[in-house]
């Protein structure tokens, strides 16, 4: 059984940074592409930024240009580094594949934004 973990949320200033890392028990993830999502109270999970394994990147408009995902094959982690949060960015986020096939989604990291 696959566990996703993800950590380093918390409680930041608008302005402030957070990086979130994913820890991922599956010896086939250096070939998977990766996504962070997150989901804030009453709405819907929205992807935030995907890599594929060969490290090419892509972002929700509502993030291009303030957060970065990268990968480390090597200890089978992904991160998200967050810059210029908004208190829009609060959320709960989560690392999963990218596509239509997911792992058992893990408990996330709980990211609040203050103005």
């Known amino acids: 059984q696959v566990q996703l973990v993800e950590s380093g949320g918390g409680l930041v200033q608008a302005g402030g940074s957070l990086r979130l890392s994913c820890a991922a028990s599956r010896s086939a993830f250096s070939i998977a592409a990766w996504r962070w999502y997150r989901q804030a109270p009453e709405k819907q999970r929205e992807w935030v930024a995907g890599?594929?394994?060969?490290?090419?990147?892509n972002y929700a408009d509502s993030v291009k240009g303030r957060f970065t995902i990268s990968r480390d094959n090597a200890k089978k982690m992904v991160y998200l580094q967050m810059n210029s949060l908004k208190p829009e960015d609060t959320a709960v986020y989560y690392c999963?594949?990218?596509?239509?096939?997911?792992?058992?989604w893990g408990q996330g990291t709980q990211v609040t934004v203050s103005s």
């Open positions: 999963n594949l990218d596509g239509s096939v997911k792992f058992p």
């Open positions: 890599i594929t394994n060969g490290g090419n990147t």
